[in-house]
C-alpha cells in the first residue's frame, strides 16, 4: 500500500528504521533495527499518526473508542484520534497511567470512558506483554478489545512457530493492523536504488527467523 511505503520512506529519512547488525532481545543478529522513539518532532510525529490512521481505515475494522498504553501509546492515540478527526470520524480516546493518581480524578485512566469495541495503538509488538495489560484493562471496565494497531510487523518468530504478533492474534481473536510489515519493507528495499544492498540480508532473515506472509 501507498502509505506502508511512505511510512517506510519517512521512517529512514529519520533515522527510526536502520540498517546493520544489530542485536535483538532474543539474541538474534537483525540486519535492520526500528525505533520509533526517533519519531520525535512535530511533524514526523504527526506523519506517523496520519499512517495509523491511514491503516485503520484500510482495515475497515469497527470500533468505538480508542486506547494507548503508557507510555508509547499516549502520544499515539491522542495524534491518531486528531489525524482521524481531520477527516470526519472523531473517536473517544483514552489512555492509563502506570501508576494510580490518588488525588483530584484519581484512578489510572485518563480520557473518555473505555466503553463497546476498543482499539489499542503501540508501536510494535515484541512479546504481547502490552497487550495482554491492555486486554485487562479494557475487560476491568467492561468494554471489549477490538485490534490492534501497530508501526511495523518484523513477522518473526518468537519462542514457537508463530510470531508475537500471531500469538496475539490467536490468544485474544482480534486482528493486529500494521501500518507496515517485513513484507512491505523488503518490497520497499527491492525497489530503493539507494538501499537495495541491504535486500539479500533483510532476506536471509527472514528465511531464517521469519513466519508465512500473513497478507
Known amino acids: 500500500m501507498d502509505f506502508s511505503r511512505d511510512f517506510l520512506a519517512l521512517a529512514v529519512a529519520k533515522g527510526v528504521l536502520r540498517f546493520g547488525e544489530f542485536k535483538t532481545k532474543a539474541g538474534r543478529l537483525s540486519p535492520y533495527f526500528f525505533n520509533s522513539a526517533l519519531f520525535d518532532d512535530g511533524a514526523s510525529f504527526g506523519q506517523l499518526c496520519g499512517y495509523y490512521a491511514d491503516a485503520i481505515a484500510a482495515s475497515g475494522l469497527g470500533f468505538d473508542t480508542l486506547f494507548g498504553p503508557a507510555y508509547k501509546g499516549i502520544p499515539l492515540v491522542a495524534g491518531t484520534a486528531m489525524k482521524l478527526a481531520e477527516r470526519g470520524q472523531n473517536p473517544p480516546f483514552c489512555f492509563n497511567r502506570k501508576e494510580a493518581k490518588d488525588h483530584g480524578e484519581g484512578g489510572t485512566l485518563v480520557g473518555a470512558p473505555l466503553k463497546g469495541r476498543v482499539l489499542v495503538l503501540d508501536d510494535v509488538i515484541s512479546a504481547g506483554t502490552s497487550v495482554r495489560e491492555s486486554v485487562e484493562i479494557i475487560r476491568s471496565q467492561g468494554a471489549q478489545l477490538a485490534g490492534v494497531v501497530i508501526a511495523l510487523d518484523r513477522m518473526e518468530r518468537g519462542t514457537g512457530e ?46 531464517q527467523w521469519g513466519i508465512g506472509d500473513a497478507r
Not at 163 to 188: C, K, M, R
Open 162 to 207: 508463530l510470531s508475537a504478533v500471531q500469538e496475539v492474534q490467536a490468544n485474544f481473536g482480534v486482528p493486529v493492523i500494521a501500518v507496515a510489515t517485513l513484507t512491505d519493507l523488503i518490497a520497499y528495499l527491492g525497489s530503493s536504488a539507494e538501499l537495495g544492498a541491504h535486500l539479500e540480508s533483510v532476506q536471509a532473515y527472514r528465511h
